[in-house]
C-alpha cells in the first residue's frame, strides 16, 4: 500500500509543525518551503484552511486519504462529538499506540514493527497496523522480537511519557490499552472540527 516517503522536512515546514518529529529546519527556516515561502501568503479560503488540517492529520497518523474518509464516515455514525470521536479512532490504531508506549520512536517505525510481525495483541500476533484496539487489549512483542536493536533503543530512549488511557510493564514488555482517550488528554495539534466542517459540506 502507497504511503508517503517523499521530503519529510518539507511537510513540517508546510504546516509549520514537527509532524514526522523534531527538525532543526523548523528552526532555521520559520516560513514555507518553495520559492514563495519568504513572501507575504494570501489569505487562505475556509475550504483551504479545512482541507490543511485534514491533510495535517492524515501526516501525522500516516493513514492514507480512503482510510481518512472511512474513519471519518465510521466516527460520524457514533453517538457523540464526531470530531473527539475520529481522532480516538486513530489514537487507538496498533501502530499508534506502539509509537505512544516508546516500542518505536516514530509511527512509521512503529508500522513497519507490526508489518514484519513483531508485535502481539492479547498474544496473538498481528500484522495489521491499522488494527484497532478495544479495552482492555494487551499490546506485546514477540519474545524473539525483545532483543531488536531498534526496539530496545527506544525503549532505552523512551521518554517518561505517561498516557492515562495506556499502562506499560517494563519487566514484562506489555502494554495495556485501557480505553478511548479524551480530546485533552490527546497531544496533537489539530483542529478536529475543521475537518468536520469539511466532510460536512
Known amino acids: 500500500m502507497a504511503r508517503y516517503t517523499g521530503p519529510k522536512t518539507k511537510i513540517s515546514r508546510r504546516f509549520g509543525e514537527p509532524i514526522f518529529g523534531y527538525s532543526k529546519a523548523l528552526q532555521k527556516k520559520a516560513y514555507p518551503p518553495g520559492h514563495h515561502g519568504r513572501g507575504r501568503r494570501r489569505k487562505q479560503s475556509e475550504y483551504a484552511v479545512q482541507l490543511m488540517e485534514k491533510q495535517k492529520a492524515k501526516y501525522i497518523y500516516g493513514v492514507l486519504e480512503r482510510q481518512f474518509a472511512n474513519l471519518f464516515h465510521k466516527a460520524s455514525r457514533k453517538h457523540g462529538i464526531t470530531g473527539e470521536i475520529l481522532l480516538q479512532m486513530l489514537e487507538s490504531r496498533l501502530d499508534n499506540t506502539v509509537y505512544r508506549l516508546g516500542i518505536a520512536p516514530t509511527r512509521r517505525a512503529a508500522r513497519q514493527l507490526v508489518s514484519h510481525q513483531h508485535i502481539t495483541v492479547n498474544d496473538r500476533v498481528v500484522n495489521i497496523p491499522s488494527f ?49 482517550p479524551r480530546r485533552d488528554e490527546i497531544p496533537e495539534n489539530i483542529k478536529e472540527q475543521l475537518i468536520v466542517e469539511l466532510y460536512s459540506k
Open 132 to 180: 484497532s484496539l478495544r479495552n482492555g487489549d494487551l499490546i506485546g512483542i514477540r519474545e524473539k522480537s525483545k532483543s531488536l536493536e531498534a526496539i530496545t533503543n527506544s525503549l532505552a530512549e523512551r521518554a517518561i511519557k505517561k498516557f492515562s488511557w495506556l499502562e506499560w510493564d517494563g519487566s514484562e514488555f506489555v502494554g495495556k490499552y485501557l480505553n478511548p
